[in-house]
C-alpha cells in the first residue's frame, strides 16, 4: 500500500512545472515602504493613479505617491515607531492593484 502513494506522489512532483516570477520588493526603511513603479504606456499610469485614489478613499494607512512620465513613486509612511501589518497590508493591495492594471492593458 505504501509503494501506491509514494508512486502517485513522484507522479505528482514529475507533472509540476516551475515557474520563476521576477519580484520587485518594497524597499523598508524604519517608518516608510517605498516602491517605483514603471510602466509602458500613459494609459496604464493614468488607470493606475486613478485606482490608487480609489483605494486611498478606503485605506487608513498614509500614502504619499509622485508621478513622472511612465514611472509612479509610491511611499507608505507608518505613524508608529515602527511598520506595522496596516503598512504592510497596503503595500500588498498595491501590488495588487499593479498587477489588476497590467493584465487589463495587456495586448493579445
Do not use: G, H
Request: overall charge positive; charged content about 40%.
Amino acid at each position: 500500500m505504501e509503494d501506491y502513494f509514494l508512486s502517485k506522489e513522484r507522479k505528482v512532483l514529475q507533472e509540476k512545472k516551475i515557474i520563476k516570477i521576477k519580484k520587485e520588493n518594497w524597499e523598508k526603511t524604519d517608518k516608510t515602504l517605498s516602491r517605483k513603479f514603471v510602466f509602458e504606456e500613459r494609459k496604464q499610469v493614468e488607470a493606475f493613479i486613478v485606482e490608487i485614489l480609489k483605494y486611498l478613499r478606503e485605506s487608513s494607512a498614509d500614502i504619499v505617491f509622485s508621478c513622472r512620465k511612465e514611472s509612479v513613486l509610491i511611499k507608505i509612511v507608518s505613524s508608529a515607531p515602527y511598520i506595522s501589518e496596516l503598512e504592510l497590508e497596503s503595500s500588498q493591495d498595491i501590488d495588487k492593484i499593479k498587477k489588476d492594471i497590467f493584465y487589463y492593458f495587456t495586448k493579445e
